[in-house]
T-cell receptor, first 115, second 112 residues
Framework: GAVVSQHPSWVICKSGTSVKIECRSLDFQATTMFWYRQFPKQSLMLMATSNEGSKATYEQGVEKDKFLINHASLTLSTLTVTSAHPEDSSFYIC???????????FGPGTRLLVL | AQSVSQHNHHVILSEAASLELGCNYSYGGTVNLFWYVQYPGQHLQLLLKYFSGDPLVKGIKGFEAEFIKSKFSFNLRKPSVQWSDTAEYFCAVKPNAGKSTFGDGTTLTVKP
């Protein structure tokens, strides 16, 4: 149980285009989902926390207009990188949790390459 | 804000050697503690967690960790590593009313 999927697993796009990444909890209802960014050989950097039905809470330094997060249902959250630039190239990971449980369940990640 | 420090960036061991990965955090209040593992090409998985009670917690695959409150530490141990334990290991700390903070990770390479 507690499986989280991400789609796509990797994406290559041109600079200036927008990319949407989906995060789904397959066998449980996730009241909270988290979006992380992971740079090579570095730790996970929390970008934002999203609760179903409400606006996401962004971490300091993360542009909310550039990284649009929608958590419209208890099983789906999306991250849209708008007007992507090469510096946005990274590994994006989502995780999900139940409101009663502190353990996070991670998705497999999405590797984004912006040319 | 809390911080998490993993002192060993890269550890190389031979099979059957014992493992201890350090994790120290800075936060004065009550915390939940986690160790996650990321095998090559796979996503992060929970190894073990500590919320309360016995400070020595056992996780999957023979791993254990000990919470020493006075030292703000939550070191991960395994008495005898296997080649399949080669992975990236992340320590994470979450205050009761806060969000999780991850350490920079430790790469473990086990030589067969």
């Amino acid at each position: 149980g507690a499986v989280v999927s991400q789609h796509p697993s990797w994406v290559i796009c041109k600079s200036g285009t927008s990319v949407k990444i989906e995060c789904r909890s397959l066998d449980f209802q996730a009241t909270t989902m988290f979006w992380y960014r992971q740079f090579p050989k570095q730790s996970l950097m929390l970008m934002a926390t999203s609760n179903e039905g409400s606006k996401a809470t962004y971490e300091q330094g993360v542009e909310k207009d550039k990284f649009l997060i929608n958590h419209a249902s208890l099983t789906l959250s999306t991250l849209t990188v708008t007007s992507a630039h090469p510096e946005d190239s990274s590994f994006y990971i989502c995780s999900a949790k139940l409101w009663t449980v502190e353990t996070q369940y991670f998705g497999p990640g999405t590797r984004l390459l912006v040319l | 804000a809390q911080s998490v420090s993993q002192h060993n960036h890269h550890v190389i061991l031979s099979e059957a050697a014992s493992l201890e990965l350090g994790c120290n955090y800075s936060y004065g209040g009550t915390v939940n503690l986690f160790w996650y593992v990321q095998y090559p090409g796979q996503h992060l998985q929970l190894l073990l967690k500590y919320f309360s009670g016995d400070p020595l917690v056992k996780g999957i695959k023979g791993f254990e960790a000990e919470f020493i409150k006075s030292k703000f530490s939550f070191n991960l141990r395994k008495p005898s590593v296997q080649w399949s334990d080669t992975a990236e290991y992340f320590c994470a700390v979450k205050p009761n009313a806060g969000k999780s903070t991850f350490g920079d990770g430790t790469t473990l390479t086990v030589k067969p």
